[in-house]
């Protein structure tokens, strides 16, 4: 079992940054390949980023390459995502995921854990 929270979620203007971060509860933390998702209202949830492991290979949507880095500390249990230049079109709810499947990595019906999601509002 894992238990996933999320937080640094908040309201930030068009071009700032924002860093959230994913605390992960059980001891194969490190083992599991961490995600990001995000669901505004009325749209589908969608993946954003997501990292293996070993923190060697990573996967970003289109949307968001060049702007956001997702990175993991196994050693604390937690995965982040740094949010550069943020637009109106990320805002959103961002949840963090947790999966120890094969599968895509960029399928939400590959991760078996879900966090609460922390809400990211960017205004214009």
């Known amino acids: 079992q894992v238990q996933l929270v999320e937080s640094g979620g908040g309201l930030v203007q068009a071009g700032g940054s924002l860093r959230l971060s994913c605390a992960a509860s059980?001891?194969?933390?490190?083992?599991?390949?961490m995600g990001w998702f995000r669901q505004a209202p009325g749209k589908e949830r969608e993946f954003t980023a997501a990292i293996r492991w070993s923190g060697g290979i990573t996967y970003y949507a289109e949307s968001v390459k060049g702007r956001f880095t997702i990175s993991r500390d196994n050693a604390k249990n937690t995965v982040y995502l740094q949010m550069n230049s943020l637009k109106p079109e990320d805002t959103a709810l961002y949840y963090c995921?947790?999966?120890?499947?094969?599968?895509?990595?960029?399928?939400?019906?590959?991760?078996?854990?879900w966090g609460q999601g922390t809400q990211v509002t960017v205004s214009s």
């Open positions: 995921a947790a999966s120890n499947s094969y599968g895509d990595d960029t399928q939400p019906r590959t991760y078996r854990y």
């Open positions: 059980g001891r194969t933390f490190s083992s599991y390949t």
